[in-house]
């Protein structure tokens, strides 16, 4: 690494990679503790000492990687063990002694009396209902009984090979009918055994039916309001349709948990997070427009597509390729549109066109004139819908070009942390500082998140980007996994097929390297993917909990050959897309 590089690293980490003594040490990053209970077999010590200095546990040699990193596989029974780690260098040893209590997990047993063990309904959370909307239960209660919810609705009892042998499963489904009037309640559940006795137990979860006084008609608010499929979620959040404007008109349905469910149109449904969007008064009128007249133009690096409404109105807009064309729906919209005034000063639009898919649902389709998406923002101007098109620069050299390098992480978000103890955060700075000055050779005017340590949240970037617009986005991170040993590997990920090249550029460049393939990986829900305006490729140059890749990362030179291949990359990539 360079001086300053070398000097952040170790004046934030203190780790071992930076410290040359000659005296033993032994510092771990897992476990964190002395003493452990643990439910897995499976573990791993992993951690560092001095980098001439040899390290045992339980008098067995352990490797020593040149940074000082070392880790050791468990392989536990139930009971308690101990372990012993000993780091020695000449006459002088440290030592470090952990105890692990493995204790087998209880194996599920059946309900014995007559009681309900526990209540599962879906969707999960809190629920304000409509008429058709259904609650799935799944129960589990003592064996052959009856079980109903909602007084009268039968759950009925699985047979044990759907179950994985455990009897008193009991799964129903209840559809909210127009007479339901049932305001915020807990859902009684009963079960009934053969000499007539019952128990009943209550959901944890509260349901309510939506009231035809409540408000039913929403506005977005913000600059990152979002609408997402469906409920489900993981540590990338729930799914994305994708980003929209503010001020736009949403139809309520029902809420779970703390997602407002929107009607769409007569067949689409989504969900948006209820600090996303403002009630309105009651009376407020459901979001639909025809269509009014329609410009086509271009001015400087942009064309436009103005197409009038009434009111603002949803939309969502994915990319197409082969030929490569930009798709926006707009829900609620119905043609009313007897022209549309093309100039000849739009450069990247061929032609567009329109199709009423359904009553409520007016399709936009725009055909580009190059193969590559240079990216699209789609914004209201009062009550006029203006898609963004961005023109395919006229001097794809670096030199003509605004590179955003994005340093992943940063502050209190410290990422990923390896056997030596640095944090991915510092390394991302590293990288993205060298990556700045590689591009800045070329001749590109480089645009940073972060130029040192420092916290931004992921929502902050986008923000800072949308209103900077590069040319290209690149998210520089690494990976991480339990495993020391055995997850490795370098990754590029995208999220819109129109943006798919330049990461897979990227990746097969890093391929050169010697790392081991862990793919070139589409849809991703990634917050620096998400934005439509720019071609952005998130790199995870590979796995810092690896051993072996945590010593690769910390060499300098092989940081400048990383580098240097993700600069090829992104030449790659503007050579294809000329």
Same mark, same amino acid.
């Given at each position: ?49 001095? +980098? ?150 209550? @959901? ?34 729930? *799914? ?30 989504? =969900? ?5 969007? @403002? ?24 064309? =436009? ?5 009434? *009111?603002?109105?949803? =939309? ?15 829900? %609620? ?46 914004? =209201?101007?009062?009550? @006029? ?25 940063? %502050? ?10 640095? /944090? ?71 999220? /819109? ?10 990746? &097969?460049?890093?391929?050169?390297? %010697? ?21 952005? *490729? ?13 010593? +690769? ?11 240097? +291949? ?8 503007? &050579?294809?897309?000329?």
């Amino acid at each position: 690494m360079n001086k300053i590089a070398v000097s952040l690293i170790c004046l934030v980490a203190n780790n071992a990679f930076c410290q040359n003594t000659d005296k033993p040490f032994i510092k771990l990053v897992q476990p964190s503790r002395k003493t452990n209970a643990v439910s897995w077999s499976n573990s791993f010590i992993i951690g560092s000492t001095c +980098k001439t200095c040899t390290v045992t546990v339980n008098e067995k040699s352990v490797k020593v990687y040149p940074t000082g990193a070392f880790a050791v596989e468990l392989n536990l029974r139930p009971g308690d063990t101990s372990f012993t780690i000993i780091a020695s260098l000449a006459n002088k040893t440290v030592n470090k002694k952990l105890a692990y209590t493995y204790t087998l997990p209880k194996p599920p047993e059946p309900v014995k009396d007559l009681s309900i063990e526990n209540i599962e309904t879906w969707p999960e959370g809190n629920l304000i209902l409509m008429t058709g909307d259904k609650i799935k239960f799944r129960v589990k209660a003592l064996t052959n009984c009856v079980v109903k919810a909602m007084g009268d609705t039968r759950l009925y009892e699985l047979p044990v090979n759907q179950t994985k042998g455990m009897p008193g499963i009991y799964q129903g489904e209840y559809i909210v009918k127009a007479t339901d009037s049932f305001t915020v309640m807990k859902i009684p559940v009963s079960v009934t055994d053969s000499l007539n006795s019952s128990f009943t137990k209550e @959901t944890k979860q509260v349901f309510s039916i939506l009231s035809p006084l409540a408000s039913d008609i929403a506005i977005t608010k913000g600059r990152l309001a979002h609408l997402e499929y469906g409920l489900g979620d993981d540590r990338l959040g729930g *799914a994305k349709i994708g980003y929209i404007d503010s001020n736009i008109v949403l139809k309520i349905i029902g809420k779970a948990g703390s997602h407002f469910k929107v009607q769409l149109s007569k067949s689409r449904t989504a =969900y948006i997070p209820d600090d996303l969007v @403002t009630l309105m008064p009651k009376g407020t009128f459901t979001p639909e427009s025809l269509t009014t007249k329609w410009n086509v133009y271009g001015e400087n690096q942009y064309d =436009y597509v103005k197409v009038g409404l009434f *009111a603002r109105l949803p =939309y969502q807009s994915y990319q197409a390729t082969d030929p490569s064309t930009i798709v926006v729906d707009i829900f %609620g919209a119905t043609n009313n549109t007897n022209w549309i005034t093309q100039l000849q000063t739009a450069k990247e639009i061929a032609k567009v066109d329109y199709q009423q898919v359904e009553d409520d649902l007016f399709r936009i389709t725009i055909t580009l004139k190059h193969a590559q998406h240079w990216g699209h923002l789609i914004y =209201y101007y009062d009550n @006029t819908l203006v898609i963004k098109i961005k023109h395919q620069p006229e001097n794809l050299s670096l030199k003509n070009l605004v590179i955003a390098v994005d340093a992943g992480h940063g %502050g209190t978000n410290t990422g990923a942390v390896g056997a030596t103890g640095i /944090y991915e955060k510092e390394l991302t700075l590293a990288l993205s500082l060298k990556l700045q000055k590689a591009f800045e050779k070329e001749g590109a005017r480089v645009i940073m998140t972060r130029t040192k340590e420092q916290f931004f949240d992921n929502k902050e970037r986008i923000l800072f980007y949308r209103d900077s617009l590069p040319d290209l986005l690149l998210s520089i991170h690494l990976n991480s996994s339990e495993d020391p040993f055995r997850a490795s590997g370098t990754s590029t990920y995208y999220r /819109y097929i129109g943006f798919k090249n330049l990461s897979l550029d990227i990746y &097969k460049r890093m391929l050169e390297l %010697g790392l081991k393939e862990y793919g070139n990986t589409g849809s991703f829900n990634f917050m620096l993917n998400s934005p439509t305006e720019y071609p952005n *490729a998130l790199v995870e140059t590979l796995f810092l909990s690896n051993l072996e890749e945590e010593t +690769k990362i910390l060499d300098e030179n092989f940081q400048e050959q990383m580098v240097e +291949k993700i600069v090829l990359g992104v030449k790659d990539f503007l &050579k294809e897309s000329k």
